[in-house]
């Protein structure tokens, strides 16, 4: 099946740093998309992209669909406390009866702010 | 006004059991999930249902066995359960093209 690698698998940064994560994939998806989770809690959506080289922000969240559809990054400026948690990236694949699709997940980034 | 909605929150069962997890969703999207997140985080599809319909079924042991009373609501049983199901389910519900919208999970435990 398909596989997402997603890294680093850890981060550990100081308040006010940049953070860099990406995600790779063995093949194609129409969308990539960056979750959120924290802990207890269910992932949240942060930013989706639906075409290939679409580079998009959500606040001092950035992200871009690789022009492969095989990757995607997810860069985020400024940490804050707030930002610690798992980030996931998610490719989404279209199956074979139309409408339906579904999402992979990759194996995760784990983000830690050193005080 | 939660909009995908699971319960239990936390379910500890002994091994053998038969236990149930409900899920709820109240933004009118059509199309439902399973997902199980295992003990490193891993998040992995296990079922899918559009429109009451089963669509996705990912070689999950017959076990485990999900009910689609309605498009609103995504259940799922589990028939003699083992050690290894412990684990986070999640339930998510996404409406056409759009992005998934997750509950809070089911922290299962089985002893």
């Known amino acids: 099946g398909q596989q997402l690698n997603q890294s680093p698998q850890s981060m550990f940064i100081q308040e006010g740093e940049d953070v860099s994560m990406n995600c790779t994939s063995s093949?194609?998806?129409?969308?990539w998309l960056w979750y959120k989770q924290d802990p207890g809690e269910g992932p949240v959506l942060l930013i989706a992209?639906?075409?290939?080289?679409e580079l998009t922000s959500n606040g001092r969240l950035t992200a871009q669909f690789g022009i492969t559809r095989k990757d995607s990054f997810l860069n985020i400026s400024a940490s804050i406390p707030s930002d610690v948690g798992i980030y996931f990236c998610a490719g989404r694949s279209r199956l074979s009866n139309f409408g339906n699709e579904k999402l992979t997940f990759g194996t995760g980034t784990r983000l830690t702010i050193i005080p | 006004d939660t909009a995908v909605s699971q319960t239990p929150k936390y379910l500890v069962t002994q091994m053998g059991n038969d236990k149930s997890i409900k899920c709820e969703q109240n933004?009118?999207?059509?199309?439902m999930y399973w997902y199980k997140q295992d003990s490193k985080k891993f998040l992995k599809i296990m079922f899918s249902?559009?429109?009451?319909?089963?669509?996705i079924n990912e070689t999950v042991p017959n076990r485990f066995s999900p009910k689609s009373p309605d498009k609103a609501h995504l259940n799922l049983h589990i028939n003699s359960l083992e050690l290894g199901d412990s684990a986070v389910y999640f339930c998510?519900?996404?409406?056409?093209?759009?992005?998934?919208?997750f509950g809070s999970g089911t922290r299962l435990t089985v002893v």
């Open positions: 093949s194609i998806f129409n969308t």
């Open positions: 249902y559009n429109n009451k319909e089963l669509i």
């Open positions: 933004l009118g999207h059509d199309t």
């Open positions: 998510a519900s996404t409406l056409g093209l759009g992005g998934y919208t």
């Open positions: 992209l639906y075409k290939a080289g």
